[in-house]
């Protein structure tokens, strides 16, 4: 999930210990990683070759509370007001969607100017088939969210991102972007340069009518 938005860049470290960072930062954003799960096993993904990036690491020993994450976080929002905050790293954030409801939450209680984005691999309606996601990460004050599509159809998908899904990953992947559509501000969806067809992927985001960004 770290290639996101942030694969070839160097964040700096914040909250960091033998376990691994939580926060981190990277030019006006801070960034918080969560998890190392995911349910793809995409064949570009960064941490396929690193523990981290500029000699940051990334990977957990353990999964940080939302109170101490919240409390690490809190720590660098002291008199900040236009900050973004990012839920990303090496993992999928939305396997502990609970964790980033209720620190968006409290964000939004104490600094309800800042921003926050959720970076995800878009399979939320397979993690939660009963729960309307897009609905809650609205109702928790998400601003905005980013969706890796990846690929511009399901069979390049599958053979790209190997999800534990399996090949209707896809396809739930777009009723996903669909419903956050209806409910969350800002929607974008994103593509790894040099893997899809970046012409028919555009063309897809612009059918749902969401932003679009190769990175």
Same mark, same amino acid.
């Given at each position: ?20 960072? %939580? ?31 500029? $000699?940051?690491? *990334? ?13 690490? *976080? ?5 008199? %900040? ?55 809650? *990460? ?70 749902? $009518? ?6």
């Amino acid at each position: 999930m770290f290639g996101e938005s942030c694969a070839g860049e160097e964040p700096s470290m914040i909250a960091a210990s033998a376990k691994g960072a %939580v926060v981190y930062r990277y030019k006006h954003s801070l960034y918080l990683n969560i998890t190392n799960e995911c349910t793809n096993d995409c064949v570009f993904c960064v941490r396929k070759f690193t523990r981290g990036i500029g $000699g940051y690491d *990334l990977w957990l020993q353990s999964e940080a509370s939302a109170d101490v994450i919240f409390r690490e *976080l809190s720590k660098e929002l002291d008199g %900040v007001t236009d900050e973004e905050i990012v839920f990303c790293g090496y993992g999928e954030p939305l396997i502990r969607l609970d964790t980033i409801l209720e620190v968006t939450g409290e964000v939004k209680k104490s600094h309800p100017n800042i921003k926050l984005r959720v970076n995800t691999n878009g399979q939320a309606k397979l993690l939660y088939p009963t729960r309307n996601v897009a609905k809650e *990460l609205k109702d928790a004050g998400v601003d905005s969210i980013s969706i890796s599509m990846n690929a511009e159809n399901s069979k390049k998908y599958f053979e790209m991102c190997r999800p534990k899904f399996g090949r209707a990953t896809y396809e739930k992947i777009i009723e996903f972007i669909k419903e956050c559509k209806e409910h969350i501000p800002e929607v974008r969806v994103s593509v790894v340069g040099g893997y899809a067809n970046i012409v028919e992927c555009e063309r897809i985001a612009n059918e749902l $009518g969401v932003g679009f960004k190769v990175r």
